[in-house]
Nanobody
Framework: QVQLVESGGGVVQAGGSLRLSCAAS????????MAWFRQAPGKEREFVAG???????IYGDSVKGRFIISRDNAKNAVFLQLNSVKPEDTALYYC?????????????????WGQGTQVTISS
């Protein structure tokens, strides 16, 4: 069973950058599709980015061109690089995993979740 722990959240000014990390333990990490979701206060959880075990990536429309998802299978880790951040990117960011080769934008597809890391963008 894969367990996920996020880190790297914090407060950053609008226009800045931040890198989130998700460390995975247990299971065969390379066979899992990994994703990042986020949830702002009073809003539903939103798909941010997903990455297959190979190189296939998909992004939510609101972050396309600004965020980059990557993984290091040797280190059992997935990353989310946040660039040109905006106040509306403020949210609790979650790492998620599914034992599947297919990426989905639906949170129901993923059965492993971390506890989340808070990202706050100041204007």
């Amino acid at each position: 069973q894969v367990q996920l722990v996020e880190s790297g959240g914090g407060v950053v000014q609008a226009g800045g950058s931040l890198r989130l990390s998700c460390a995975a333990s247990g299971g065969t990490f390379s066979s899992y599709v990994m994703a990042w979701f986020r949830q702002a206060p009073g809003k539903e959880r939103e798909f941010v980015a997903g990455l297959s075990g190979s190189v296939i990536q998909i992004y939510g429309d609101s972050v396309k061109g600004r965020f980059i998802i990557s993984r290091d299978n040797a280190k059992n880790a997935v990353f989310l690089q946040l660039n040109s951040v905006k106040p509306e990117d403020t949210a609790l960011y979650y790492c998620a995993a599914a034992n599947s080769p297919r990426i989905s934008t639906s949170q129901g597809w993923y059965d492993k979740w971390g506890q989340g890391t808070q990202v706050t963008i100041s204007s």
